[in-house]
Structures are given as C-alpha cells and as structure tokens.
C-alpha cells in the first residue's frame, strides 16, 4: 500500500512570496490533516479535511494559509505572503475515517528566509 | 476543551533498561490514546494506540497501558535498543471534537550505549 505522498520535499523562500504543498493521500482514506510542525515541538492541526469538505480549520491563520481539497482526494496547502515564523514542516497525514489510524508524509521542509 | 501533558521531556536509559513515558488527559471523552515515534528529521510513525475499552496492550518490546480512573496512559519500552532513540509523541482524541488528536509536547529518549 503506498503511503502518503508530498511535494515539494524541501523549499526556501523569501519572506511575502507564496509557496503550495501538495498532497497524495492512502487510496481510499477519507480524511485527510494539515498539520505544521516547528522544530523542537509537536504537530499542531492546520485544517482537517473530510472528503472534500472542512471539517476543522479553526488553527488555521486565514489572513495568509488556504487549503482546498476539490475532489475529495488530492489537497494543496498555500501559504501567502509567508512569514519568517512560518518556517516549519508541513505535514500531510490521512486516516480512512475520524477516529482511524493517522497515517503522516515525509513531509514539506519549508524555511522562509 | 482536551489537553494532554506527557513528562518526562527528555529521558535518557541505558542500553537494556526499560523506559517509561507518561501523558495525563483532561477530557473524560477521550477514547483514542495512540503513540508515535518521530526520528530526527522524519514524519511520526504509529507504534502502538488504544481505545478506552482496554486497559492494557502489547507488540513486543513496546506496551502501553491506560487508566481511565485516573485520565493518563503510558509507554512501557522494554529492553531498549539504540534503534529506539528518538521522540516520542502521545496522543488523545475524542468523538464529540471530530478525534482531533491533541498532542503531548513530546519526550526525547536517548539510548546510552
């Protein structure tokens, strides 16, 4: 079974350009998280995706990050302008139904210099 | 809402020894308690979950046992391996807030050789 594909891998930019992450998740896992991860802590949920619909985005910074997942299988994850505090690595994960075991990417590297 | 500690931080055995993470949860709807283990510079990966129905589960070396009395859980690593240095992360989740996972801020466990 493959696992949860992302890309980019690595990125750097430079503060108020934009960047997009984008997500494969597990053939047939409904659910699908964004979560950021800054270095030295733990994952913290971005947007919870339930087939193509918003189930949680309530830790998303909307003045900056949007998320859609329009057929209810692939996601992308912008952030624009970024900021130097969003340095961080974005993970992708994907679960077949609330409550299911989370499976995580490799995740996107990003480094806003 | 939910809020889970996890103690110690940083927790450093020898080779051999056993080690033992410990998280408390705040919320009594909390039914799903899952472990992972992050290895520097890769995603979380599953090692062992449980559900509120269980008091206590096994996959070899690793354990983790639940006391819903008391709202906390813990990870038992027996024998330990210089393979099982990494951080590892606890977790709880409950129906009524979607299973977000709440995370602990995770617990560095070094393997002295």
């Known amino acids: 079974e493959a696992g949860v594909a992302q890309s980019p891998r690595y990125k750097i930019i430079e503060k108020r350009q934009s960047v997009a992450f984008w997500c494969n998740p597990i053939s047939g896992h409904a659910t699908l998280y964004w979560y950021q991860q800054i270095l030295g802590q733990g994952p913290k949920l971005l947007i919870q995706f339930q087939n193509n619909g918003v189930v949680d985005d309530s830790q998303l910074p909307k003045d900056r990050f949007s998320a859609e997942r329009l057929k209810g299988v692939d996601s992308t994850l912008k952030i624009q302008p970024a900021k130097l505090e969003d340095s961080a690595v974005y993970l992708c994960a994907s679960s077949r139904a609330p409550g299911n075991t989370i499976y995580f990417g490799e995740g996107s590297w990003l480094t806003v210099v | 809402g939910e809020n889970v500690e996890q103690h110690p931080s940083t927790l450093s055995v020898q080779e051999g020894d056993s080690a033992v993470i410990k998280c408390t949860y705040s919320?009594?709807?909390?039914?799903?308690f899952p472990w992972y283990k992050q290895e520097l510079g890769k995603r979380p990966q599953l090692i062992i979950d449980?559900?509120?129905n269980v008091g206590e589960k096994k996959d070899q070396r690793i354990a983790v046992t639940l006391n819903k009395t008391a709202k906390h859980f813990s990870l038992h690593i027996t024998e330990t391996q210089p393979e099982d240095s990494a951080v590892y992360f606890c977790a709880a989740s409950n129906p009524p807030s979607n299973y977000q996972l709440i995370w602990g801020a995770g617990t560095k466990l070094i393997i002295k050789p």
């Open positions: 449980i559900r509120s």
């Open positions: 919320d009594s709807a909390s039914n799903y």
